[in-house]
């Protein structure tokens, strides 16, 4: 089984809308750790947030925020307000374990922000 | 700007060749992983090191090999090089305290066989 699945390939938003890019994960572990990572097309991999699985409250940084449902193993990225600078590869990722664990990487879903 | 180094960023060479990839991790940084992305694989995890150790291992090919040296830098070894070794090349380093132990990313270094 996939350890981390992203359903959408690609998707399309209007600039300044909202746009909830979907993940979901499957382990057994209690400890683990969640967290987005943005590609542009320049190629580098850009961390964007964290969550932990103990943590409470969801995630947010900035313009980001982690619609983290630990019982339905989900862990969707929300960007509030697109800019068309937000055009890239998102791929969600798992630390299984505790600390130095290993990573999985989910397929990656490409985003493009119309303007 | 991640902190994380990887030279060089280009790298074009001949099948059958061997070439070295390096990696300077952020400071403060003990652990290294080293990533393969090529266009019908995803993001591939290889393997990883902690203060000079080998930490765990993906889908590396018995071609490639690694290390950290005690500075904290790392290698990544390919040899015998195949056509399908053409990839984006990217290490990444940890810190425990911080955030869960997020990977920062350097910029890759793109590798090509021909």
């Known amino acids: 089984a996939q350890k981390i699945t992203q359903t959408q390939p690609g998707m399309f938003v209007q600039e300044k809308e909202a746009v909830t890019l979907d993940c979901t994960y499957d382990t057994s572990d209690p400890s683990y750790g969640l967290f987005w990572y943005k590609q542009p097309s320049s190629g580098e991999m850009i961390f964007l947030i964290y969550q932990g699985s103990y943590d409470q409250q969801n995630a947010t940084e900035g313009r980001y925020s982690l619609n983290f449902q630990k019982a339905r193993k989900s862990a969707n990225l929300v960007i509030s307000a697109s800019q068309l600078g937000d055009s890239a590869m998102y791929f969600c990722?798992?630390?299984?374990?505790?600390?130095?664990?290993?990573?999985?990487f989910g397929s990656g879903t490409k985003l493009n922000v119309k303007p | 700007d991640s902190g994380v180094t990887q030279t060089p960023k280009h790298l074009i060479t001949a099948t059958g060749q061997r070439v070295t990839l390096r990696c300077s991790p952020r400071?403060?940084?003990?652990?290294v992983y080293w990533y393969q992305q090529s266009l019908d694989q995803g993001l591939q995890f290889l393997i990883q090191?902690?203060?000079?150790?080998?930490?765990a291992k993906g889908n590396i090919l018995e071609r490639f090999s690694a290390q950290q040296f005690p500075d904290l830098h790392s290698e990544l070894n390919l040899s015998s090089l195949e056509l399908g070794d053409s990839a984006l090349y990217f290490c990444?380093?940890?810190?425990?305290?911080?955030?869960?132990?997020?990977?920062?990313f350097g910029p890759g270094t793109r590798l090509t066989v021909l």
């Open positions: 990722a798992m630390r299984e374990g505790m600390l130095l664990g290993r990573f999985y």
């Open positions: 090191y902690y203060n000079g150790e080998e930490r």
């Open positions: 990444a380093s940890s810190v425990r305290r911080d955030r869960g132990d997020t990977q920062y």
């Open positions: 400071s403060g940084d003990l652990s």
